[in-house]
């Protein structure tokens, strides 16, 4: 099955950096992969996602690169600001519809 | 749109009881959703998938005895949580696929179970 590492745990910035945030998978077969915020005691919601044909998708500040030679996708944030902490989660769906998961990464941005 | 609505938002129960967690999609029809559990601090764990119509199939650990999946309609899908006990108090979140290939998934709000 499909393995997804995500990278780093915690992640701290102060506001108006940018952040990065890591993501590896395993099975090539992955097509499509999503990303997700999740706020404390509330549900994850997607803020942008990309499928496997294409390598860059952006949305405002919100930008998500994907390296499939290599297995990896990226998110990343610019400009941040108080209100993007939050935990973020990568996924992958190893072809289907059943996506796996990363740990997740918990972003604090200092303002 | 993609709208999932999730219902209870919280609820407290003795030991022993059953607890039923209800998930609809509230503006396109689902026929697929996903049941995840989460501890704090951690990632969303799959319990299992949900197919209008058919049973569910659970991921590896999880006893489908005891955690009784009704997809009933293509916007409703139901746990149980039967004979509960302490170590099943978590956060439960249920989600729907959507999309011409289904892969997008959009998640309710979440049920906080706490078992005494």
Redesign the interface.
């Known amino acids: 099955g499909e393995n997804v590492e995500q990278h780093p745990s915690t992640l701290s910035v102060q506001e108006g950096d940018s952040a990065v945030i890591k993501c590896t998978y395993s099975d090539s077969a992955s097509n499509?992969f999503?990303w997700?915020k999740q706020e404390l005691?509330?549900?994850?919601?997607?803020i942008i996602?990309i499928r496997s044909n294409v390598g860059e998708k952006k949305d405002q500040r919100i930008a998500v690169t994907l390296n499939k030679t290599a297995k990896h996708f990226s998110l990343h944030i610019t400009e941040t600001q108080p209100e993007d902490s939050a935990v973020y989660?990568c996924a992958a769906?190893g072809g289907s519809?059943?996506?796996t998961?990363?740990?997740?990464t918990?972003l604090i941005v200092h303002p | 749109g993609a709208v999932v609505s999730q219902h209870p938002s919280w609820v407290i129960c003795k030991s022993g009881t059953s607890v039923k967690i209800e998930c609809r999609s509230l503006d396109f029809q689902a026929t697929?959703m996903?049941w995840y559990r989460q501890f704090p601090?951690?990632?969303?764990m799959?319990m299992a998938?949900s197919n209008e119509g058919s049973k569910a199939t659970y991921e590896q650990g999880v006893e489908k005895d005891k955690f009784l999946i009704n997809h009933a309609s293509l916007t409703l899908s139901t746990l149980t949580v039967t004979s509960a006990h302490p170590e099943d108090s978590s956060f439960y979140?249920c989600s729907a696929?959507i999309g011409a290939?289904?892969?997008?998934?959009?998640?309710?709000?979440?049920t906080r179970l706490t078992v005494t």
């Open positions: 499509y999503p997700y005691g509330k549900r994850p919601q997607l996602d989660f769906n519809y059943i996506p998961f990363g740990r997740g918990s | 697929t996903f601090k951690q990632s969303l799959l998938t979140i696929a290939t289904g892969y997008e998934q959009y998640f309710g709000p979440g």
